[in-house]
């Protein structure tokens, strides 16, 4: 069950396509990247018809999924400058700032309690092989002018934040925020239908295609023509025949507990920053406001494909490990109950950030790959997508994310069968890394594959 869908309330579903229909921009995709798609074209371009086709209910899938932790890009920086130089680096980290503070400021424009709250984000150690992990992006933002941006921190300080038998010295993103998932993905759709966009729910598109007239996309109740789309769809985009060599697809899974104010005083955990580890299969967790724990794995199987569903979104042995893991991290959780468990898709790109471009017809905009750190950059790419989609060649459009180069996903069942492989060796050593002991060589060459493939793991 997912418990932020259930929290949010009843919503009254839209009506599917029925019939033919044109409009000026067709949106597929009623997720975050999608709908903050469809709103900035309603504000650049007020009088045209807009058309967002979602094939289950908005906020149902990864949007309405995740932990709520509203990032920029920060803690990636160094990452960002060795793929894009320093320059692209700062410019794709501050526009993405500016989206998390945007989000902020629309849920209050809009009166939508969506629990957007400030308070940065902590990343830690869990074991002594992932400290300083951190540090290359420290630096990184330090030489770049932006030292305020990702802060060190010391064990004693991170314990006064959240003292936790698991977590030693880590870094601090005070630029970051939380927020209820799928109260703003709800919410968003509703504003969307208030300013007269029309969002069809229940409606998948079957086919996507390039004619001389537009853009044709076909549902199984009827179809939509556009003079362009835009496919914002996240993992099911590996299942779109453009696509499907961009992108692999994993899982997370997390829980959330019944309220426990107590265990958040003794831990001192009272100042609201979401947290997670620096290990490539992280641990995350963030408070609520009613003084929940939510606490997720981005450990998950592989996916084949675009097989969504299933154990993608419920897998009991991986509840069962995540349940297993909060303890290590919070014992005194022991025999205290859980609200909900589930879990969801992720969409990861071969450079572990968002992929935004358009395909060679020039009238279909795509983005995808947010590697399960989608909040704060689904609306910057929104952004971009609008710029693309108007034709407005402009700042967001020159930003490094806008069809970077990379290598390709290896093509199914390589995919599938590589990426287990991975997973299982990764699995391996930070089992070991938690015991204090070093993977044994073959372990570390599998792992170490990927970057040999060009593919980078980790966020």
């Known amino acids: 069950m997912v418990y932020w ?12 396509l029925n019939g033919d229909a044109r409009a000026d921009f067709v949106v597929v995709g009623g997720g975050y990247a999608g709908l903050w798609t469809a709103w900035a074209l309603r504000e650049q371009a007020p009088d045209a018809r807009i058309v967002v086709l979602e094939a289950r209910a908005c906020g149902e899938g990864p949007s309405g999924r995740n932990a709520g932790f509203v990032n920029s890009f920060w803690h990636r920086i160094a990452d960002l400058a060795a793929e894009f130089g320093d320059a692209a680096a700062l410019e794709v980290c501050r526009e993405a700032s500016r989206s998390v503070g945007a989000i902020g400021a629309w849920a209050d424009e809009q009166g939508l309690d969506v629990w957007f709250r400030k308070r940065g984000h902590l990343k830690a150690a869990a074991n002594p092989a992932q400290e300083g992990r951190w540090l290359d992006s420290v630096q ?32 601090f993103m005070p630029s970051s925020a939380t927020v209820h998932p799928a109260r703003l993905a709800l919410g968003l759709r509703d504003a969307l239908l208030e300013a007269g966009v029309s969002v069809h729910e229940r409606t998948r598109a079957r086919r996507i295609g390039a004619r001389r007239d537009g853009v ?20 099911a985009a590996a299942g779109f025949r453009p696509l499907r060599g961009r992108l692999a697809v994993t899982s997370s899974h997390m829980l959330i507990t019944d309220p426990v104010p107590d265990v958040l005083e003794r831990a001192g955990w009272t100042g609201d920053e979401c947290i997670s580890t620096a290990g490539t299969y992280l641990h995350y967790f963030r408070t609520t406001p009613d003084h929940r724990i939510a606490f997720g794995w981005g450990g998950g199987r592989i996916a084949y494909g675009a097989r969504l569903g299933g154990r993608v979104e419920d897998d009991a042995a991986l509840a069962e490990r995540v349940s297993a893991d909060l303890l290590t991290f919070f014992p005194e959780l022991r025999g205290r109950g859980i609200a909900g468990a589930w879990g969801g898709p992720v969409d990861v790109s071969p450079i572990h950030l968002p992929e935004v ?64 492989l991975v997973r299982a060796a990764l699995l391996r050593k930070e089992a070991r890394e938690d015991a204090g002991l070093e993977a044994d060589p073959l372990t570390e060459l599998i792992v170490d ?11």
């Open 5 to 16: 869908l259930q929290e949010a309330g009843p919503r009254t579903a839209t009506q599917p």
């Open 140 to 171: 990184a933002c330090a030489r770049l002018g932006a030292p305020e941006e990702f802060v060190s921190l010391s064990a004693d300080d991170v314990r006064s934040r959240c003292s936790s038998p698991r977590l030693g010295a880590g870094a």
């Open 216 to 235: 044709m996309v076909e549902t199984d109740g009827g179809r939509v023509l556009a003079p362009s789309a835009v496919v914002a769809i996240n993992a």
């Open 357 to 420: 471009g358009t395909l060679p017809d020039g009238r279909i905009h795509y983005v995808h790959g947010f590697t399960g750190n989608g909040v704060g950059p689904a609306h910057l790419a929104g952004r971009i997508l609008a710029s693309l989609v108007l034709d407005r060649r402009d700042e967001l459009t020159r930003l490094a994310l806008v069809e970077p180069a990379h290598a390709p996903v290896p093509p199914e069942p390589l995919r599938y069968l590589g990426g287990t």
């Open 449 to 459: 594959l990927p970057r040999r493939l060009g593919i980078h793991m980790g966020r």
